[in-house]
């Protein structure tokens, strides 16, 4: 329902509403107000109406069982659940398509000819109270897919349809988004392809599940590691961690709590403003137990080792999607 100040809502379709679409989607279907809204009174408000679609009967029940408060329900916000068969209805009535189904799935999906048809059929042309009365916005969270590869799955202009008739953003949410604390990437659009509003829009859609960030295009393969990977990163270093402290007697259940608690308390302190070198200079005392450990992880090389891992990710990022379909992981001279 739109105020008096307020366009009225867009419709979304989530187009493989799996574990990152059902994270979205709880957050957009969320009423709470976000601490860091944008968007202002000229742009359109967040969705209301929802359609999710997924693939096997087993996802499509888990979702319906998830969302089945609701489902059930006939006032706004309205979910709408629907097997992949129905891709080209939902995206045909959708404002904003969200295509959260896996990267590989991508190629087919988009080169579906009754996909195509739908993506290309603004709905201004049809219906005469168009809540969104421009191109459908197509908001990509497929890792490794840049806006151009998307495009160029994207059918040639006709006559009749033009490619103008849908924008891309590109963004990259992480895995926290399940707790609502991801960071997610938005990347700015090249000047011109995208409206600023549904930028704004798109924001303002990825506070519901957490912080965002925007992202230049030739930065998005950095912040695909540093937003995206950190936290297998930081998985790897909690498993050393705690292992050294079983090693030496601790409980490993009671270790894992302690850490997490830690890596919350360091993250708000970060999140703050203290600047990481303070962090080290401030729990080291001359003699103390924490320089000695320290001394161990700069003997072996620690920093080099985890630069040296952040700059491969994002060699690697850079070379998925590649249309050739080689593996990029494998040993380099
Ligand atoms: N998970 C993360 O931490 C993370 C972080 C950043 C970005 N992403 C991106 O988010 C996307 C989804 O990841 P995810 O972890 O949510 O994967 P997921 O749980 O496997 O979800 C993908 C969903 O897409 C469905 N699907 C596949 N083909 C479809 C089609 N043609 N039409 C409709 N639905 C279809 C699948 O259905 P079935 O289960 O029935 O096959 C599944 O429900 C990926 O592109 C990934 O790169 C994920």
Known sequence: MSTPNQSPSPTLAIIGCGKMGTAILNGLLDTQPTTTTTTTNNNPSLPRTFIATTRSPTSLQRLKTHFQATTTTSTSPTLTILPSTSNPSAILTADIILLACDPTDIPSLLTDPDIQTSLLTNISTSTTSNPFPRPKLLI???????????????????PTHTQKNIHIIRTLPNIAAEIAQSITAIEIPSPGTVLPEDVDLAEEMFQKIGRTVRVRPEQMDTFTVLGGSTPAFVGVFVEALVDGAVAVGFGREEGRRVVAQVLRGVGDLLLGGEHPA???????????????????LEEGGLRGLVARAVREGVTVAGEMGREDGKLVNGTRN
Do not use: D
């Open 140 to 158: 990509s969270i497929a890792a490794g897919w840049t806006t151009t590869a998307l495009l160029s799955l994207l059918p040639k202009p006709t």
């Open 278 to 296: 303070l962090l080290k200079e401030r729990g080291t005392s001359p003699g103390g137990c924490t320089m000695g450990g320290l001394m161990v």
